[in-house]
């Protein structure tokens, strides 16, 4: 038992340390491992394959809107990264630089990719002529650098997996009807697929992307009370087009700017998941995003009829992600993996079982113990992982809602940021001095202006003019 | 008229100059599109999507044989990549080297990956421990650097995309196994999916890849008799162990170092597709692998029913990929679009067509025309698929064994090389010295021993000597 105890008792309870509690779960689900790279993450298979079933269900979401996708250079000449002024501006601090290509200096170093706008501007730039060539609503899955100073795996990391979108529209209006398509597409399948609701809104002028003339975002709230920014939409307007000259000529033969939007989504999504449904067992994987959804655990498997009768079940359960565990390691060190992982359901089956025509449904979040006759097993694991989908979306709105407050005055304000870990909501004049002494003092930084603004008074709560929006504020990841 | 013949004008004829016939292709067809980035090129939708196709399919069969996915970082710092000699001597001429970080100089420089072996094994170092961790079966997507001087659209570039495998394995025969596995489910996926035949075999050393016992490969015969190497499969034995320090524990409690593989196939493929079945119209996908498979082309489109009807046709071949090209293009150009993009099959619609229930087929390689009754349209759909499939494999067979020839001695070898592109299979004693004389004399190059040897002579066409093994020997790309 020894050996059992170790697993779970290597894991740091949440309520001791966040944090820690954070690491030390990457690492015991083995989700990664730390590389020989400063700030460089690991995938292993249990991290890899989350990201990958993220994937799959986007990349077919992004599809059914029309988009397609493509492959650009993984370089940036420096000469192109500075042909757009804020953007450079944004990026140029923290980017790594390529030199040298084999023994020879380059004539001009290229950066490692932070994000391709410039290198989807120059291409647009080669390819659009005619409205006919409109719109491009084109999006790639690759991996980009960032060269941050301190890291954390999946929330912030030197090199990380995303996806990138970059449309070019014909209006302005096509532009901006995008923007808020692929935002609200994200926000539907972190609430449908990962169980993690979100709010809809758009950043300050202080919080927008590089670039962009608006910046809309989805912001989910962790089991710690603090805020992150789980997928932004940007509205680019025609300002990359002026700077890399993308122009068409439309149906009445006149030259006219594009309108350009890019929208992104990263394997950060993989740190939300843990820190919103996690606990001190481990991970808690959403059903529609587990790569395995149900874990059979045979007993005293040496028995006669014990593996076969699992093999049997796994078969009986092919509309599902199932795997036997048939190692031979002892059934409760067995349930510890299972349950450190985060696989939504495990099936116990041993000999007394197989005479009863049973088995033992453990569900992974609530712990819950059923004993269901193996006639209706596929039927019952399907309502369990339904009913644990739906469960794991509403605790989490529920915990999310319980730790949102709201504030109508500069200490009221105060005082939540301090006591209270969560979102607070409070109104704002629109004034960058206000946001930047709020954050200043209390370390809360604007999250939104929620699409769903409520009117909770007239007045900024920092200078006490009149308020323009309401805004969520938080500490975030 | 003048507008349409435009585009098949545009191509050179691969009897002229079948480099520029190449180039033609991939640019018209919409596959890259050239970029800033010298060496590198951006994949367009449609080259993209036929890597995506690729993916899919080999991803599916790699999970079969129980591969995981993960995902290493891109970048290896210099003592890494310095830990095996022959590997380091291999890659550090041909590698990008990242040197700043940010505004400041790195400590040690990295670079991009060109290969992650020294990744995988520095990984495998960590998390090896007891035979219970063995095997592993790992493989990723990912894009690599290789700085090359001169580059070719899919053929050779600076950046390409790949998936590379990765194993340990506890023993020797496990490994050389997995390696020849690997190779097996390589050629099968280009025989069954691409249409394209291939020769198994073994790489002389000369020929091997840097670090690697043993390096099997398959190699196919473009149109132009020059050969092509497909993807390889690498035995290192305990190489990389060794220098890595990978050991793990055995059943005995005694320490044993792993046996290692790794394997690969690149977006190459994509100029093996164009190069095989490509023809002076464009590009000719073989089924399985096309993006589209068929397109729709309503013909007097404006008259009323036609798109009405084209649309129904889609919705009836559900089972295919299936596209209505519905622009204000005229039919003709629609045609050679079609042609130039090599999607399989086209289907005219127009309204004499609907007032006698029927529908023009015509085949993308032999240009076959069919008229067919709506009502069992599905059907004949695929069966024609079904039939080009298979036919482009056996015409692709027909023309590499037309272009296979054999050689006893090393005038009738030089002749062949000079005169008849294609492979030429002789004896060889097993001796570098001759292999490199060979290359010297006629610019041909060992392609492989293969796996189906044959006698044709007793000695070496090179020095007389008794002969070790048959080899086939080519120009190659």
Sequence with gaps: ???????????????????????????????IDYSSVRGCMILRPGGYSI??????????????????????????????LQKEKDHVEGFAPEVAWVTHGGLEPLQERMCVR???????????????????DLPKVYNQWCSVVRWEKTTRPFLRSVEFLWQEGHTAHATAEEAEERTIQMLNLYADFCEEVLAIPMIRGKKTDKEK?????????????????????????????????????????????????????????????????????GDNSGLVLPPRIAPTQVMIVPIAQHKEGVLEKAAELRERLGAFRVKVDDTDKSPGWKFSEQEMRGIPVRIE????????????????????KLI????????????????????????????????????TNFEEFKEAVATK?????????????????????????????????????????CCGKKAKSMVYWGKAY
């Design 209 to 277: 992307f590089a670039g962009a003339k608006d910046t809309y975002t989805i912001e989910a709230l962790m089991h710690d009370g603090k805020a992150l920014q789980s997928g932004t939409s940007h509205n680019f307007g025609d300002g990359f087009a002026h700077a890399f000259d993308i122009q068409y000529t439309d149906k009445d033969n006149k030259l006219q700017y594009v309108h350009q939007t890019s929208w992104g989504m990263t394997t950060r999504l993989i740190g939300a998941i843990i820190m919103v449904h």
């Design 421 to 461: 870990p969560g979102f607070v909501k409070a109104m704002w004049c629109g004034d960058q001095a206000c946001e930047d002494k709020i954050k200043e003092e209390t370390g809360a930084t604007s999250r939104c202006m929620p699409f769903k603004q409520e009117e909770i008074a007239d007045t900024c709560i």
């Design 349 to 368: 089956i041993g000999p007394k079982d197989i005479e009863e025509n049973q088995a033992v449904i453990v569900r992974r979040d609530t712990r819950e």
């Design 1 to 31: 038992m020894a050996k059992e105890k170790k697993l779970v008792e290597a894991i740091t309870s949440m309520e001791e340390d966040f944090a820690q509690w954070y690491t030390d779960v990457v690492k015991k689900a083995e989700l």
């Design 114 to 132: 932070p994000t391709s706008e410039t290198l989807f501007c120059d291409h647009y730039a080669n390819i659009i002529q005619s409205y006919r």
């Design 51 to 80: 990201w990958e079933n993220i994937q799959k269900e986007l990349d077919r979401r992004f599809k059914e809107t029309g988009v397609e996708n493509v492959y650009m250079p993984m370089f940036i000449p420096e000469s192109l």
């Design 372 to 407: 269901v006759s193996l006639d209706n097993l596929a039927e019952k694991v399907g309502e369990i992982l339904d009913t644990m989908q739906r469960e794991m979306l509403e605790r989490a709105r529920i915990h999310r809602d319980a730790h949102t407050y709201q504030a």
